[in-house]
DNA sequence: TTGAAAGCGCTAACAC
DNA sequence: GTGTTAGCGCTTTCAA
């Protein structure tokens, strides 16, 4: 036997009440008198009422929800992204619903869907690597959805957007490494069609360009985690002209190659150098302690929330787009040279 | 002007049927005819329909949603246990409504009373290290909500349970450092009144004394995390009797200890051997890799979800809680000695 | 200062 | 095979 939760009109007929000054009393609405609202209260609280927020909800049309489109919490530097958007969230009063799509494109389309169904009041979204087509993203703005693109975002969609600067951040990070002495560095990267990638790669050839090196496409490889990492890199390393340095667009796939080199005999940093990016823990706890790019990420995730929360409370009909930049910082430890 | 969703009524004016004909329809009703389907999901097809849970979930006073009480996702152990939940979770057609407590006592009260508003239909539960009164939580139980808790269970509430074997993993862990050589093997444990803990330390001692070595709580300390590692493990080893390994609750922990000892000259695992709790992706990462107990984090949450959803679907009055456990499994890498 | 009544969007008896 | 009707629990005009 389901005990069914205590109701407002329960409330009013216990107290001789109308079911509207009960939940006046609740909203603390100036009108009703402070005896009624101290009755009210009172029996809430000895009588357990929860307020059935699927029911105001529908009612009042809000349903003080936001949705979040991540690819996968288990990566540092998402799970950190989400404690920025939750702090921010939770201070505006609003609840959080999380979707993963695992990077898989299927499983973004439906979290689109499920937070259609759940009429959110806006979307936090990074999209899947594998995501090709945009129109689930279009769906939720044909349906006024307020929504903001955190990191990887879309730029086939006209909506707000906040992301690293990854192409400065690439960029500073290999001309360190050219600084202190690198000449051949290989560049691991993501295979998608996001700009983030794109950024990434440029920084990393411009900087060896502005520094008078040549591109070589053969130190260019698709890898992006620990795993793949442990594959190609005795490949790279065993090649006429081997690289000198790795540049890997996150701190696991730097970490397999930092592996990889050390079990091999060469000596970190002083024959190979390797930078990360993200600065995760991780790049503390392996040896030597990485290098790697700090890309802000909690305060990445606060800030989407901020952007989204304006556009939720003031709907601006004049749709220019906000496009924020988060600054990366370079964080030098021990898996590259000091420089002279 | 935000545009209203199409409704239901909407779909029965256009089409001139009434809105339980398509709700059935919808539904996909055995007694409605199948022109009028085809007719009705068109027409959603065409008008891009999204039902609104808000109001479905009132009317059946089922929202198809779980709560997840979870300390913190962006611990490995964690993150994977929530892709367990949520696979099973998806199977079974069920939203999940997750929150972090992070690791605070006042959080996990909040998320209660926001998974009772919610009307979620069932809740997964691992307790913050900080809860030591748990009436939220029976708070639950008294609104008839199933709950299972996972890991961090909570003895004082009758319900369902799911852990991992703490006690055998810690002991064959410690079993293993003591028949590798090791004499005097610290504990780096976690203060807190959860079963969990004092599990991990029984299964420790009572190793030791099996082995005929002394229980020395000198060599016995509070310390759950890298950053307090790092400050404790030097003391440990400037003892008069310094330990010749070192016992830990997780990878993180495991870790520091690493990095210190390393720093400070020892040879790992000759002069000392390092055992983490949880096998996280982590333990591959260190150099040497380390030696850890792995808690089946996935399967455990999996197997979470499937008895809380045993419980919501046929709801048994005869209130004998089940009481699972999960193996451990000692996975021996590099930070401790191989067995002669 | 409070109450009556309508309705958010959906479902499910019950009727025909 | 389809329609009518009532109501889930709440909020909010309008009236008193």
Known sequence: ?????????????????????????LADHPDISLITKERVIEFTKVHGYKPNVLASSLRTS????????????????????LTGIEDEAEKAGYKIFICQSNEIYEKEVKAVQALLETRVCGVL???????????HFQ???????????????????????????????SHNAVDYMVKTGCRRIAFF??????????????????????NGLPVDPVLMRVCDNYTDALALTPQLLALPEPPDAFFAVNDET???????????????????????????????YCDPMLTSVDQHSYELGATAMQLLLDKITTPSDNHQLASRVIKTQLVVRNTTRPLS
């Open 254 to 284: 730097a970490v397999g190659i930092l592996n990889v080199v050390k079990s091999l005999g060469y000596k970190v940093p002083d024959q190979v150098s390797i930078c990360g990016f993200t600065n995760s823990v991780l790049s503390e």
């Open 139 to 169: 769906d939720l703005i044909d349906n006024d959805i307020p929504m903001v693109f955190f990191d990887r975002i879309c730029t086939g969609i006209l909506t707000d957007r906040i992301v690293v600067d990854d192409y400065a951040g």
């Open 62 to 81: 809000n349903s003080k929800t936001i949705g979040v489109i991540i690819p996968q919490i288990v990566h540092y530097f998402f799970s950190s992204v």
């Open 125 to 135: 979204a990074s999209v899947a690597k594998t995501s090709a087509r945009y129109e």
């Open 1 to 25: 036997m389901k005990k069914r939760q205590i109701t407002i009109k329960d409330i009013a007929n216990a107290l001789n009440i109308s079911p509207s000054t009960v939940s006046r009393s």
């Open 189 to 210: 990267g993501t295979l998608s069609h996001l700009p983030i990638n794109n950024n990434r790669r440029m920084g990393y050839e411009d900087a060896l360009r502005r």
